[in-house]
């Protein structure tokens, strides 16, 4: 499968951005987004699973960020509020196989990976 992300850009703090996926084919996977800061480990960020009904977000971002999907679309997105100069990243969408129900938070897990949209935030 093939993941499309689009959406990033330059903003200020406190300003708003949403991200979107865009996966090939009609096989529905649990989905999470992913950032990845200059000099830092890439970090989950946010994941949504196969019906949308489970979501998981890293701490920093609850209460700001919302994931979201649209499975006849096979899209999800990402709405991004209250941005913060942190938040500044590559964000990237995956997308995992397994039928687990579980939203995995590790990198490894997932099986396939867009190619990043960058999101500056100036301070």
């Known amino acids: 499968v093939q993941l499309q992300a689009s959406g990033g850009g330059l903003v200020q703090a406190g300003d708003s951005l949403k991200l979107s996926c865009a996966a090939s084919?009609?096989?529905?996977?649990?989905m999470g987004w992913f950032r990845q800061a200059p000099g830092k480990e890439r970090e989950f960020v946010a994941g949504?699973?196969?019906?949308?009904?489970?979501?998981l977000y890293t701490d920093s971002v609850k209460g700001r960020f919302t994931i979201s999907r649209d499975n006849a679309k096979n899209t999800v997105s990402l709405q991004m509020n209250s941005l913060k100069p942190e938040d500044t990243a590559l964000y990237y969408c995956?997308?995992?196989?397994?039928?687990?129900?579980?939203?995995?938070?590790?990198?490894?897990?997932?099986?396939?990976w867009g190619q990043g949209t960058l999101v500056t935030v100036s301070s």
């Open positions: 084919g009609r096989t529905i996977y649990t």
């Open positions: 995956a997308a995992e196989r397994s039928i687990t129900g579980v939203i995995p938070t590790a990198r490894t897990s997932y099986d396939y």
């Open positions: 949504i699973s196969r019906n949308g009904y489970r979501r």
